[in-house]
């Protein structure tokens, strides 16, 4: 007979999940970041105030919202700007998986009982507007896929961190529902920012790229004439 599931998340707090159900936590946190339990062992720690250290990340969290919605924009022009069809799918792709990403901090803005709102992120729009000047410069030039991959990196590394920030905040803030949404976001971009990796490290030995590309057609043809 299938057995339960449990574990920890990303907070330590435990859950347990009946076959086939989806996981429930032990103890859960009420769904607002303010948890007054969680606020004497910050300030023990830190000397830092609940509602200060709440304030900050209802701003990071505006800064990310705006942020990634600059990104579902500027991943199309990064997809019809790539030359390589493997590049055009990452970017598509990623641009579809930024609009998931849109959604949760939604839920995350619902989860803490705030209507969500979008506060400039200059970070992003700095590193979107170095990539279309880059993407011009370069159009037709061999080294513009690079340049690209270079570009996503850059975005992928802001919300990397962002998330990060965010994910420990509400750790401290003690929200387990709004700390699993962030974390699931944190995970796919850390994934894209390997999967770029993947691709600059073709770009950067082109000719071990082709040879590997040989090989695994040798190894298909070996398989087709039984050689």
């Not at 998340?9 to 339990?37: E, M, Q, V, Y």
């Not at 506060?119 to 690079?146: M, P, Q, V, W, Y």
């Not at 390997?194 to 190894?219: F, I, M, S, V």
């Amino acid at each position: 007979l299938p057995k339960a599931r449990a574990g920890q998340d990303c907070l330590g707090n435990s859950w347990l999940a009946a076959p086939g159900h989806k996981r429930t936590h032990a103890a859960a946190k009420p769904t607002c970041i303010f948890d007054p339990k969680a606020e004497v062992g910050l300030k023990e720690r830190k000397g830092v105030s609940m509602k200060d250290l709440e304030k900050l990340f209802l701003t990071e969290l505006e800064d990310i919202y705006d942020g990634e919605q600059q990104l579902v924009q500027a991943l199309s022009e990064m997809e019809e700007s790539a030359a390589s069809g493997e590049l055009k799918s990452a970017f598509h792709d990623h641009r579809e998986q930024t609009r998931i990403h849109v959604n949760r901090l939604e839920s995350v803005f619902r989860a803490i009982g705030q209507e969500p709102h979008r506060r400039s992120c200059k970070g992003l729009e700095g590193i979107i507007d170095e990539g279309e000047k880059l993407a011009k410069e370069f159009r037709g030039n061999s080294a513009l896929d690079a340049g690209l991959i270079a570009s996503g990196q850059k975005a992928e590394h802001y919300e990397i961190t962002s998330y990060g920030t965010l994910c420990s905040w509400a750790q401290e803030l003690g929200n387990t529902q709004v700390a699993d949404l962030l974390l699931e976001n944190l995970s796919e971009e850390k994934a894209t920012d390997e999967k770029l990796t993947r691709l600059a490290e073709t770009y950067r030995n082109p000719e071990a790229a082709h040879r590997d590309t040989e090989k695994k057609g040798e190894g298909i043809l070996s398989k087709l004439t039984g050689s």
